[in-house]
């Protein structure tokens, strides 16, 4: 197994999977670390779905375009999920205020499932294994994905999370130096422009000149082209649609 140092400081995003299944001992890891993960309040709330079907994996490549859904050899989906403590509650006839349908709620349900998400990651790649972050299954075709998995009301998905013996090594991708990630006593912004250019610079230059493909992308204008695209993907109404959002929200009533 990996040291903790080399797992968190040499991770990679894996695309391409060999076809070797993976073994029963080091799922039971992956699933023992997801348990462990901490939560808000102990509540928690959430749920991972586990594919390992390949024509529902098929399925999911097909709404989602991520072809790395289909060739890995376990797809993980972390759903924020207050289902389970409405079911008790019901048998217990204790009266769950509408949290699921609060801003807060929603924050706390998709930590907790980001927080289980980390945890897999870590422990899979801590075994020889390689994963990817998928977040279009969250904004491609939610609403079809959920019916799919037949995700009950209350719950809603948060994130992907493939997983399979690495056919690849792919570079490591520069990331933000500590001024610009850590701010002590504060935020600090007196050099942050300055910081962000040679940073981009930095990724322009990653993007030419990595293995595999090459790009010309800098970070600045791909991660606008990014948001740009993503105030089209109409969360709050997939929210909705499984019983949650932010009707509420106490914030709204104030004057």
């Avoid at 289902?83 to 008790?88: D, G, Q, R």
Wanted: with cysteine; hydrophobic share 35%.
């Amino acid at each position: 197994m990996k040291d903790i140092a080399t797992t968190l400081l040499k991770r990679t995003s894996v695309r391409r999977y060999e076809r070797q299944p993976i073994e029963a001992e080091k799922l039971q890891l992956i699933y023992e670390a997801i348990a462990n993960s901490p939560t808000s309040y102990n509540g928690q709330q959430y749920s991972v779905i586990a594919i390992d079907d390949q024509p529902l994996k098929e399925k999911l490549y097909e709404l989602t375009g991520q072809k790395q859904i289909k060739t890995c050899a376990l797809f993980l989906i972390f759903c924020a999920d207050y289902h389970k403590i409405e079911c008790l509650a019901r048998e217990k006839g204790i009266d769950v205020p509408p949290f699921r349908d609060t801003m807060d709620g929603i924050m706390v349900g998709t930590i907790d499932a980001t927080i289980a998400m980390s945890n897999a990651r870590i422990m899979a790649e801590a075994l020889g294994l390689g994963c990817c972050c998928i977040g279009y299954v969250r904004t491609a075709a939610p609403q079809e994905v959920s019916a799919m998995l037949h995700l009950p009301q209350g719950t809603f998905i948060v994130c992907g999370l493939a997983i399979g013996y690495p056919r690849e090594q792919p570079d490591i991708k520069p990331k933000q130096d500590e001024p610009l990630l850590i701010h002590r006593n504060g935020y600090h912004d007196e050099e942050i422009t300055q910081r962000l250019q040679q940073y981009d610079e930095h990724i322009s230059v990653y993007n030419r000149t990595r293995q595999g493909s090459t790009t010309d992308n800098d970070w600045c204008g791909h991660i606008a082209g990014y948001y740009d695209e993503g105030i089209n993907n109409r969360v709050l109404t997939y929210l909705e649609s499984q019983g949650c959002g932010i009707g509420h929200e106490n914030d709204t009533n104030k004057a």
